[in-house]
């Protein structure tokens, strides 16, 4: 089925380790999101890409990496892991803007950080 | 930094019945979107709404925009089980295309 897939579902980390979340859209979409759900709060978007070739900070980019690899990819990297990093991460893409049918979404990546 | 803000936090009605949630936002913008999120899943589109428009249908859903008082609702009538789930609005600013979240509105249909 045509969509958003996130790899892993589940990791635990330890504090100061690193991981990579891997995000592939196969919708052709020009722009993809990173974001992170913490409970009681709405989406924060971490970092953006708007084309291939380019990417963008959003509203909480510090302690993260991002790589737009090629249009169907967009990595994030924690490079050292903290327990403020628990939370469910989120990839989306969407047509530009997102104007044309909305931000399609991965299922989610929960990380928990000890 | 949250331009919308869902009222009520929480709702809690029988099946059958119709469901409304709010949503305010702050600086102009280019349209609204309504999400739905089942739990511990991604968020899915639901309904977008254009700054121009006024209101628009979608299957049980129905959605109004007042620009005048910057606030958006979405009715879900003749709710069912399924409904159950939490509901998101998210606003595209004029000024750029992020698209910015609300905290949601968690919505529980008693069978």
């Known amino acids: 089925n045509a969509g958003v897939t996130q790899t892993p579902k589940f990791q635990v980390l330890k504090t100061g380790q690193s991981m990579t979340l891997q995000c592939a859209q196969d919708?052709?979409?020009?722009?993809m999101y990173w974001y992170r759900q913490d409970p009681g709060m709405g989406l924060r978007l971490i970092y953006y890409s708007a084309s291939e070739g380019t990417t963008d900070k959003g509203e909480v980019p510090n302690g993260y990496n991002v790589s737009r690899l090629n249009k169907r990819e967009f990595s994030l990297r924690l490079e050292s892991a903290a327990p403020s990093q628990t939370s469910v991460y989120f990839c989306a893409s969407s047509a530009t803007g997102g104007e044309f049918g909305g931000y399609t979404f991965g299922s989610g990546t929960r990380l928990t950080v000890v | 930094s949250q331009q919308g803000e869902e009222d009520p936090q929480a709702l809690s009605i029988q099946e059958g019945e119709n469901a409304t949630m709010n949503c305010s936002y702050k600086t102009s913008i280019n349209n609204l979107q309504w999400y739905r999120q089942n739990s511990g899943r991604g968020l899915v589109h639901l309904i977008l709404i254009r700054s121009n428009e006024r209101e628009k249908h979608s299957g049980r859903l129905r959605v109004t925009l007042d620009t005048s008082k910057k606030s958006s609702s979405l009715l879900i009538t003749a709710s069912r089980a399924a409904d159950t789930a939490s509901y998101f609005c998210a606003t595209e600013p004029d000024s750029n295309y992020q698209l910015i979240w609300g905290a949601g509105t968690k919505l529980i249909i008693k069978p």
């Open positions: 919708m052709n979409h020009n722009s």
